[in-house]
């Protein structure tokens, strides 16, 4: 832990006013979410997360999508004490908290940086963050795989450890929000390639700010021990709290008529789509709504499953649900045999979309409608 002399404690002190001039300069321009992830909770198979870490550095390599001055977000959304988070550098500069080298995130709370003096990040850049946590901290609030590699005290991992989001303030295209599952989260697509639908997306749309909150296994109705809580119970966390956002696209449901419990019921589904769009207008959003994507061949699929998927792709095209359709299912179905995804798209289990089914997806959202 980081001890400070009287004339340190004064030097620190002095750059307050300094951290807070700075942040009203980047609040001027505006801040919105480059990168972000959302956490679960760890299990016992979780080993590190769920022992947490003394004096161990967590060391985090982000894409970004929109550029610009950055701050970080760090969050313990399942933290029952708090951590101290601190030193920390992006891009190998220092970052700050209030002028302070470390700072205590609360149990079940966020925590922001200083817009990190020095740095300006382009567009699509990739940025390292290394965050030193004194600990000891307890199971650590986490999003288990990224598909890209990362470290703790220096070995690989695909996890990352309380970092939640890098803010920019050089987004000048549409600010987006991916509510999603295991397809947004980059199933199907090789680790550090970059290449899930939510970066193509954004890569599609220069200058834009495109947020990936999707989840491996995630519902849209219940909560799962090991995939976190359903998408209506985290969208006021993962959604709402994002600065600058200007659309949620919701990808969400295809867990839901798979997993055990299946849903067999389309109208709660619907219903749960709803809710999403009024807690979204209420917060002044627009919402994109992706029809459910064909996964005959995956070990769960029947054919009831099919047919609510198929009720609820319909409902969802008429356009009176959410303000905009992204029609995933269309984009990836084969012709011959719509139940299934077109085999150039299908990267061998039958759900998950390989990286030319992707770049699909990607296109199937208009930016008209964000």
């Not at 609820?312 to 959410?322: E, K, S, W």
Request: include cysteine; aromatic fraction near 4%.
């Amino acid at each position: 832990m980081l001890t400070a002399t009287v004339a340190g404690a004064a030097a620190v002190a002095a750059t307050v006013p300094e951290a807070r001039a700075a942040e009203r300069k980047a609040s001027r321009t505006g801040w919105a979410t480059s990168w972000a992830t959302a956490q679960t909770a760890p299990t016992a198979e979780d080993t590190v997360a769920a022992a947490g870490l003394t004096d161990g550095v967590c060391t985090a390599t982000v894409r970004l999508s929109a550029g610009g001055r950055v701050r970080l977000r760090y969050g313990h959304a399942f933290g029952t004490v708090p951590v101290l988070v601190g030193p920390v550098t992006a891009g190998g500069r220092a970052v700050t908290f209030g002028g302070r080298r470390q700072a205590w995130l609360a149990a079940g709370a966020s925590l922001t940086s200083d817009p990190v003096d020095g740095l300006r990040a382009p567009d699509g850049s990739a940025l390292t963050v290394e965050t030193r946590l004194p600990g000891p901290t307890g199971p650590l609030s986490f999003h288990r795989n990224t598909h890209a590699s990362h470290s703790v005290d220096g070995a690989r991992t695909t996890s990352v450890f309380l970092l939640t989001g890098v803010e920019v303030t050089g987004a000048h295209g549409p600010v987006v929000a991916v509510l999603g599952d295991s397809v947004a989260e980059g199933v199907g697509t090789p680790d550090d390639a970059d290449l899930r639908w939510p970066d193509q997306l954004a890569r599609r749309l220069p200058g834009s700010a495109v947020a990936n909150l999707g989840i491996s296994g995630n519902r849209l109705l219940l909560d799962d021990a090991r995939f976190g809580p359903g998408g209506q119970a985290r969208f006021d966390r993962d959604v709402l709290s994002l600065p600058g956002l200007r659309t949620v696209l919701v990808q969400l449901g295809v867990n839901d008529l798979q997993q055990p419990p299946a849903q067999a019921d389309s109208s709660l589904v619907l219903a749960g789509y709803r809710q999403l769009v009024l807690r979204a207008r209420s917060a002044g959003l627009r919402t994109v709504g992706a029809t459910i994507t064909p996964f005959e061949g995956w070990t769960r699929w029947t054919r009831e499953a099919d047919a609510v998927r198929q009720r609820i792709n319909r409902a969802v095209r008429t356009g009176q649900l959410f303000d905009a359709v992204a029609d995933f299912d269309a984009a990836l179905r084969d012709p011959a045999r719509p139940s299934r995804l077109r085999p150039a798209f299908d990267s061998g289990d039958g759900l998950h979309p390989t990286p030319s089914g992707h770049a699909v997806l990607a296109g199937a959202v208009d930016r008209r409608h964000l």
